[in-house]
Every structure is written in structure tokens, then in C-alpha cells.
């Protein structure tokens, strides 16, 4: 429901933002969401409103062969604006008073979406990574294989997490920064820490030894895995020159030192809803993964 | 085709609930079977 929602939620911006990415040429029409006041006009299928966008900025507004538009309506339609005689004008209208809205951010208009999947994969990546560090300290101390287990689930979760983090990082960084790749310190610093995690599981995997042993090292390489993860994740795109957000000493939109988030309230709501759904998901499959390997160590005479 | 162009945010949202869905689904059956295995 939330994936869906955080999907087919329109985008939608106002009358500035229509104008300004029509003078800079980066878009002729600008998704906008307005509350139609009283028509000032009519003639030739073409009704002329005053129209008040999200913000509270009014201004006069055709609308061409939208009959169905009535003064009292809030829609959201593509805006043209003609910068020669300065008006707006509707073209479509893709949404009638709608409940929830997303805003849209100059530069990225639907790609903005995205940030209610990449920043909650990315969260859940690092709790992930946090619980298999917490189980391979349990495994030292009382020294139960369970523990191996449970520290090997949990940092498969966060390998996924950080995987379809990369992805999704990249499939908007193709969008906004123009390619899917281009070795930026946030990229270079994830790369860096998916194998980290990729080295943590070869050498569970190939090492030749007893299973106590082959957990415990794996256990202490975890733990000294885990200490980085705050410094590729956080700091280190923090610090150098990058075109991610938070990159160049500018302050991050939701991770940052101020503790306060700079995102649209609604953006807000979804991006921790989320946050909440792939935690449990990543929580479902840990145990799906326990499971699976408790069921397969059974019925192996290694194991017994 | 015109439906899909003027509705193209609900087909990709649809899409990719599907898509989350068949993810939902397929864990699911999963952990039902190993249910079965571990009785």
C-alpha cells in the first residue's frame, strides 16, 4: 500500500516553478497544483481563472477545452507558462482534489519520488548491518553457534539492502547526474563497503577449519567490518567533494548534524513509513534465512 | 496506448506493487514450507 501510494502520489509544484523551469529551458510544461477561484472569463472553449497555486500565490490562469473545470476545484494539471505576455496556462488535468500530494523538487520532478525507497533501503542496510554486528559479539562471549547464524542472516540482509540501495542510486543518478556510474565519493565509498561484506562471507565460506573457528573469525572480521560502515555510509560523503546530497559541507536533507529533516511533510511521513515496511521485510527474511539454514544443517552429518 | 501515456504513474506503480506482491508471495510460500519441513 505505501510502495503503491509512494508511487501514483502526484508530483506537483506552483506558478514559480512553472515559470522559472520554462525560462531555464529545462521542462515547456511543470506539473502544478492549484484551487481554482472565479472564471474572469470565457469565450472560444477557453475559461480564464483566478487561480491560487500551494504556496498561495495567485495569478490568472487558462484553461483551453477543459470544460469540465468549475471555479471551487483543486486539480493538478501540466502548466505552461508563456513568458512573452506572462501568462499560465493549463493543458491537462491529471488529478482533482487530491488528498496527499508530493512536492516537486526543482531539478528531479518524478525522480524526487525516489527518495521515499533509496534513503529507507539504504537505513535498513545499516540496521541490518548493526544487528549482524550485535549477534557476532554475542557469538564471542557465549561462544553458541546460533549466534553464527543469526549475524550471517542479518548481514545478508543488509548486503541486499545496500544492493538495491545502489541500484536505486544509480538508476537516479543516470537521471540527474547523467550516468549510472561516474565514480563519485558516495558511490566509490558504497562500492567499497559491498565488498567489505562480499569478503565477509567468502571467508565464512572458504575458510577450512572447524565450525567454531570458521564462526569466530568470521565473528571478529564482522566486527571490524561494522566499524566502517559509519564512515563509507556517513562521513566520507560527507567530507569529500560529491554530487550527493550532504557532499561539498552542505547540509544532508535527511541524515545530518542538525538532527532535523529538510524534506516536505508528506515525503517525511511516506519516507519513514517505508523505512518501518523494509525494516520488517528485512526482519521477515532474516528469519526466512535461519530457518532455512537451522532445516539444512539437520539433515547434514557435518552438522550432527 | 493513450490510456497508458495519460495514466503512465499508475502503470508503473502497479507495475512495481506487482511486482512487490509476487516478493510478498513468494516468501510466504516459502516460509509455509519450511513450516511443513520443521514439523
New interface residues.
Partial sequence: MSIYLSLSTPVAGGFKDAAMLKMLGVASTTPVMVSLGPAVSSQNNSTQFSATDRFGAERKLFAKNLLNLKSGMVVVGDCTYDAGDSTYELTNVSRTDPAIIFPLVQGLGELGRNILFHVPMSFVAFIAFLVGTINSIQLLRKNDLKYDLRARAASAGGLLFTTLATITGSIWARFSWGTFWNWDSRETSILVLLLIYVAYFLLRQLLEDSEEKKARTAAVYNIIAFVTVPFLMFILPRITRSLHPGGNGMEAPVVNLSGKTHIDPWFSIFLWINVVCFAILFYWMRDLFIRIETAHQKRTPQYN | MDYLQ?HS??V???I??VI?LGVFIF?MR??NR?SK??K
Fill in positions: 495519460d504513474l499508475y508503473v506503480a502497479i512495481a506493487t512487490w516468501m516459502m516460509s519450511i519441513l520443521e
